[in-house]
């Protein structure tokens, strides 16, 4: 897979906005760039993904650099739930997920 | 909506026993995906299925086998477990249409090896 990078952590207030950044700057024409998050004690859960255009779903936005070199995904108001791992993955032969690097969200109330 | 069903939940072995882990796809799902986390880390790809067929391969020791039955489930056999296998491990699934779709993860069976 294309290499992420990814900020160890962040703080966020609880209802206010987030963005994740993330980073990858080998991306090829073909890479889709997915969102998963991990909450305590649970198995990943997918989060959103998206190929050159932004994306939105019910919980979250994707916005992609036009470059396609960056990605960021924004939580439009953060909730104590949203507290997790947040990985961004770009997964190639046969769709496995190679997670590492993500970023630990903490939401504070 | 019906989600990834893993069982058992939770499991003890002693070292070199075998265990078998078993994995329901969400129904029409076609692809079967096996991921390990060890405590404090991020999880890794073990195997995957598609159409009952192994499909990728990854950090997979060469004691551990799994396969794909005719109704889409999946099992995880671990021979001769040993300590460094305590972990949880995850199955997922998916619906491949030859595009980056999403896994949908089930909750993990935990595995403790004594």
């Known amino acids: 897979d294309a290499k992420t990078t990814q900020p160890n952590s962040m703080e966020s207030n609880e209802e206010e906005p987030v963005h994740l950044p993330c980073n990858h700057s080998?991306?090829?024409?073909?890479?889709?760039i997915h969102w998963y998050r991990q909450l305590p004690s649970q198995g990943p859960e997918y989060v959103i993904h998206g190929l050159t255009s932004n994306v939105n779903n019910r919980m979250a936005s994707l916005a992609i650099a036009e470059d396609r070199k960056s990605s960021t995904l924004i939580l439009h108001r953060a909730t104590l739930r949203d507290a997790a791992v947040y990985y961004c993955?770009?997964?190639?032969?046969?769709?496995?997920?190679?997670f590492g690097g993500g970023t630990r969200l903490m939401v504070k109330p | 909506a019906a989600g990834v069903i893993q069982s058992p939940r939770h499991l003890i072995k002693e070292k070199r026993e075998t265990a078998t882990l078993k994995c329901y796809p969400i129904?029409?799902?076609?692809?079967v995906y096996w991921y390990q986390q060890g405590p404090g880390q991020d999880p890794q790809f073990l195997i995957s299925?598609?159409?009952?067929?192994?499909?990728d391969k990854g950090s997979i020791p060469d004691r551990f086998s799994a396969q794909q039955f005719s109704d889409y489930h999946s099992e995880l056999n671990m021979s001769s477990l040993e300590l460094g296998d305590s972990a949880l491990y995850f199955c997922a699934s998916s619906f491949w249409t030859g595009k980056r779709y999403e896994q949908y993860f089930g909750p993990g069976t935990r595995l403790t090896v004594t």
């Open positions: 299925f598609y159409e009952k067929m192994q499909s």
């Open positions: 129904p029409r799902h076609d692809t």
């Open positions: 080998t991306i090829s024409g073909t890479d889709y």
């Open positions: 993955i770009l997964p190639k032969t046969g769709n496995m997920l190679t």
